[in-house]
Every structure is written in C-alpha cells, then in structure tokens.
C-alpha cells in the first residue's frame, strides 16, 4: 500500500498543529516517548521532527511532506514545493517576527552599532546576510536554545524568534529591528509532488488545514424573517456569497442561513432584531471551503 511520510512539527506548535489536524478530521495521537505519532489514515505515515530541519529532510525525500516555517526553508536553501500557507502559531494566529534584540540598557540602537559585537542566535544564516545588507562585522555564534537569557554576559545582542514579545520583555531586553517575519508552510518533497497518490494525499491535507483555518474566525448565522422584511435583513446580513433563503411551509416566512466574521455579529446582532429576524441561531464552524 502507498504511504504518504508527513513530517509534523516536534516543540511550540507540536499541540496547535494536532489540534489543527482534529478538527481537520485527522485524531493524532503522540506519544512521550515516541517520535512517530500515529494518525487515524493508513495511507500516512508521521514523524516528529524539529522545524528547524523540517524542509532538509524533506528536500532529500526522506520525508513526502511536512510543515514548517518559511525562515527555516530560507535557512536551509532547501530547494521545496510550497503547497499551502497555514498562519498559525502556539497561541494566536499572526505571522512571526525574528527580531534583533537587546539588554533594555544597551548603547546598541540599530545594525551599525553591532560591529564587533557578538550575536547569539539560531538563525545564522539570516543573521549573516542582515549584517551584510547593513555593511557591519559582527561575530555571530549559533544558539542551542535558551537565547534570551545569553545577554549581557554571553552576547551582546541576540536575533531570536518572538510571536508576542513577552519572552523577550519577561528577560529585560528591547527589540532593536526586525529581520523577517514568517509563517508556516505545507511543504512537499518535488518529487514526491510528482507521484499521483501523494500529490492528491497532498493536496487534499492541504485543502482541508486552509480550511480549518479560514474557518476560525467565522460562525454561521440561521435566522428567520418574514417576507415583508426579508429584503430589510438581507440589507443588514453579510455573507461569503450570498446568504441561503428558504421558504417555509406557510410561504410568508424565510429560513436565512450565512457564514459571518464572529467580530462582527455583535454589531449587527441588535440591527438584524430590530430589521424583524427571529430565532436567531449562531454556531461555530470548523471548515469553511472558499
């Protein structure tokens, strides 16, 4: 039987990713002790890898596909089939920043005040063409982990990823600039992107993580209205498209259904009562197919 190797991300999105796939329709299941978390689909085989070294492994075929940050295919050169964006994170949903930071005391205002110093981070690579795109000489060493705690003794500044700053803040250090901002991305081996079985395998995962996503921030709205202020509601009620009308029984009444951003239903919830809806009915969703 064809099987699909999907690498998944081991460490801060380890958590968001299977809950990502569950309400993709996919149960994950990790063990601790294990590296191979086991998935309710025999036709994929999964492995925990870093995402540092995700798009390397996948590049060289030994995994089909998997997902990672577009820093670390970047800091790879890993030569990848991009199939999908997934803007996701361990606890929102906004891209990522690798920002150069320092100690709040710090002379260092901007790149040309890092010549001669040392940097600590994980991103070399990165950190090396933004020295060279600023014209400065810098020494920079490769982090293992615990980065923001190395200044002032260990470095003077440090290029780390933050998603909300509080890291960085929590350890006294400032943001001085930021090098790139990045995402998460399903990623495909180019040859395994070529294979007929794992292309669909593929392209289906694919469709349904955009899915999951594109759904967060929405709910569905069911309403009923009367046809003498249907087109009063209509006015009021956004949609995808168009909302679904439907006739009742007595043929003076409509069933109106709408998918609707969430923020917004506070607004138009009292305007919708006021247009003559009834019964109003708001649930949430887990997949919205654009």
């Known amino acids: ?31 601790s002790r294990s590296y191979y978390p086991t998935i309710d689909d025999d036709e994929i085989e999964c492995m925990l890898i870093r995402a540092q ?4 492994y996948v590049e060289e075929g030994i995994l089909d596909a998997g997902l990672t940050g577009f820093d670390w295919i970047q800091e790879n050169g890993a030569d990848v089939v991009e199939v999908a964006e ?11 920043r690798w920002v150069l930071a320092v100690p709040e005391d710090s002379p260092i205002q901007c790149a040309a005040d890092l010549a001669g110093k040392r940097i600590a981070t994980e991103a070399v690579g990165m950190t090396q063409r933004y020295l060279a795109k600023h014209g400065v000489t810098a020494n920079v060493e490769f982090s293992w982990g615990a980065t923001e705690v190395k200044p002032p003794r260990l470095a003077d500044a440090i ?3 933050t998603e909300t700053g509080s890291s960085l803040r929590a350890n006294k250090l400032r943001i001085v600039d930021t090098l790139c901002e990045t995402t998460t991305r399903f990623i495909a ?12 395998k593929i ?11 594109a759904a967060e921030k929405k709910v569905a709205l069911m309403l009923n209205v009367s046809k003498a202020n249907l087109d009063n509601v209509l006015a009021i009620l956004p949609a995808l498209h168009r909302p679904t009308v439907a006739p009742l029984s007595d043929g ?25 809806a009834e019964g109003i009915v708001e649930y949430s969703l887990n ?4």
């Open 1 to 31: 039987m064809a099987i699909l190797r999907l690498g998944l991300p081991k460490g801060s999105l380890e958590e968001t990713t299977v809950e990502m796939f569950k309400k993709a329709g996919y149960a994950v299941s990790i063990s």
């Open 53 to 56: 070294e995700m798009a390397r």
């Open 86 to 96: 997934l803007v996701y994170g361990k606890v929102g949903r906004k891209p990522l």
């Open 159 to 161: 290029v780390e990823i």
């Open 189 to 200: 081996n180019k040859d395994a992107y070529q294979d007929e079985f794992k292309r669909r």
């Open 203 to 213: 392209d289906r995962l694919a469709l349904l993580l955009t899915s999951v996503l």
């Open 252 to 276: 003076t009444w409509f069933a109106l259904t709408t998918v609707v951003d969430e923020k917004i239903v506070r607004e138009i919830m009292p305007e919708l009562i006021e247009a003559g």
């Open 287 to 290: 997949k919205v197919v654009n």
